[in-house]
Every structure is written in structure tokens, then in C-alpha cells.
């Protein structure tokens, strides 16, 4: 089973920024769509942003937009969500998947266990 690890997370002030690394575990990530995910505490899993395999289309979740880049790195295997102006309520774990196109995206990597995000003063 295609397996993915994320990392680059931690705490930051609100305004801040981090990059997040969603990197390959056996397979090339730029064969696949790769989708960005989150969840806080007590609140359900959310879409955060995907960019498609091959053209890199990308699309964000209307909370996110403006402020978060997803971005490829081939030469290096990964796949970053870059985040700017980050808010409080942008807390959460966030979850990098491989899978199908953004438009009808199916999982095909297991959960890895995230990258905790805390954006607290």
C-alpha cells in the first residue's frame, strides 16, 4: 500500500506562516493527485487543498484561499502546502493523501499520522 509521511508542522503565532512536506514512501508522488486534509479536535476531517497529477492544476477550500500554496517538488519526491496569515481556527492535524484526480479523488495511500498545526498567541 502506498504510504505518505507528513511533517513541518508546529506552533506559530497567528499571522504566521509554515510549509508543510508531504513526501513518498516507495512511489513517485507526481503520479498522483495529492490532496491536503485536516482535522481539528471534536470537528469532522476537512478538504484543505489538491493540486492534480501531470498539468498541477490546484484548488483550495474557500477557508484556506488566499492564504495556502500547494506546490510539487519532483526533483525531491514531495508535495508542500505552504501557509501564510495562519488563524487560530486553522488549527488542526493536518493529513497529506495520494490518490485519484482532485475532481473525484479516492484514497490510495494509507493515513499517515500528520503533522500537528497549533496557531496560538
Known amino acids: 500500500q502506498l504510504q505518505v509521511v507528513e511533517s513541518g508542522g508546529g506552533l506559530v503565532q497567528p499571522g504566521g506562516s509554515l510549509r508543510l512536506s508531504c513526501a513518498a514512501s516507495g512511489f513517485t508522488l507526481d503520479h498522483y493527485a495529492i490532496k491536503w486534509f485536516r482535522q481539528a479536535p471534536g470537528k469532522e476531517r476537512e478538504e484543505v487543498s489538491c493540486?492534480?497529477?501531470?498539468?498541477?492544476?490546484?484548488n483550495y477550500a474557500d477557508s484556506v484561499k488566499g492564504r495556502f500554496t500547494i506546490s510539487r517538488d519532483n526533483a525531491n519526491n514531495a508535495v508542500y502546502l505552504q501557509m501564510n496569515s495562519l488563524k487560530p481556527e486553522d488549527t488542526a492535524v493536518y493529513y497529506c493523501q495520494a490518490g485519484g484526480a482532485c475532481s473525484a479523488f479516492f484514497p490510495l495511500s494509507s493515513w499517515g499520522q500528520g503533522t500537528q498545526v497549533t496557531v496560538s498567541s
Open positions: 493540486i492534480s497529477q501531470n498539468v498541477g492544476l490546484t
